[in-house]
């Protein structure tokens, strides 16, 4: 249960940006705030949200601590293979054979932006093949949290987000500098980054998408920081915005809720993607 100074907090957030983290877990949300309580040397809840009302940018602090992410590239990199060798050539083909050239990505929960950059640069790779030439991608990266959303949109990241790319794709997709490495543009101009609330209700997906209708949504590790009535309404979301055959990618500890599991098949045995069936 929350105590009264949390939910007073998360009430204002709620009034002032439109954010609903009453389905995040209490533990999860206290540990974080006291991170905020320490680094603006408050006492407590009731002081920090006097702190708040004093200075209004401090809400971007709090959002983004709430929303805090542990990202790199190609993080978890058998999810990954699994989407080069299973996912993009079934749907690559299957494309070509309808005449249907556009394919839609959709990387919900995007963080400051390795994992969508890491799909453009496989399907940079596999659409090197003159055969390819015609399928044009689409990658729409959300979150909630606009610190991270304009990290993202620099493309600048450390040496600990790059650890996991292979010095190929280093060579050919980075540029370093003195202690960081940069996207290069033709990889940036794949993905555009915009925010969006999985909560939102009058929304299915991103504005700048148009549509839903996506071949690919990729939300991995978002979905367990909230509450079962809470999953329940992003998993609807995201099997609505989903084509039929199209992926759900989610993350290792996440499952697709009991209500929508008959209509996904796994793919396979080593990671958490599923197809959509029905």
């Known amino acids: ?8 907090i998360l009430r204002y957030l709620h009034d002032k940006r439109g954010f609903d983290f009453n389905g995040n877990h209490t533990l999860m949300l206290t540990r974080r705030l006291q991170k905020r309580l320490q680094a603006t040397e408050v006492k407590n809840g009731h002081e920090y949200l006097h702190y708040l009302k004093d200075y209004p940018k401090e809400l971007d602090h709090l959002i983004d601590v709430f929303t805090i992410n542990v990202s790199r590239f190609f993080r978890n990199s058998i999810v990954f293979e699994c989407i080069n060798k299973m996912v993009l050539p079934e749907l690559i083909l299957g494309k070509l054979r309808k005449k249907e050239f556009s394919l839609r990505i959709w990387s919900a929960g995007c963080a400051t932006g390795e994992e969508p950059y890491s799909m453009a640069i496989l399907l940079k790779e596999r659409l090197k093949k ?3 030439a015609a399928i044009k991608p689409s990658i729409f990266a959300t979150d909630i949290d606009q610190l991270a959303l304009a990290k993202a949109a620099e493309g600048i990241y450390n040496f600990d987000s790059i650890k996991n790319v292979k010095f190929g794709i280093l060579e050919r997709y980075f540029t370093k500098t003195e202690q960081s490495f940069q996207v290069s543009p033709e990889i940036k101009e794949m993905v555009q980054f915009t925010f969006f609330d999985l909560l939102d209700k009058n929304r299915l997906s991103p504005p700048n998408s148009i549509y839903g209708d996506f071949d690919i ?4 590790n978002v979905l367990l920081y909230f509450d079962a009535a ?7 979301k995201l099997y609505r915005s989903l084509k039929m055959n199209g992926y759900l990618i989610l993350g290792e500890a996440e499952l697709p809720d009991s209500s929508t599991k008959k209509q996904y098949k796994k793919i396979n045995s080593c990671s958490k993607i599923y197809q959509k069936i029905g």
């Open 130 to 132: 003159q055969e390819y």
């Open 1 to 8: 249960m929350k105590d009264q100074s949390l939910l007073n």
């Open 230 to 236: 809470y999953q329940k309404m992003i998993f609807d």
């Open 217 to 220: 949504i990729i939300c991995r």
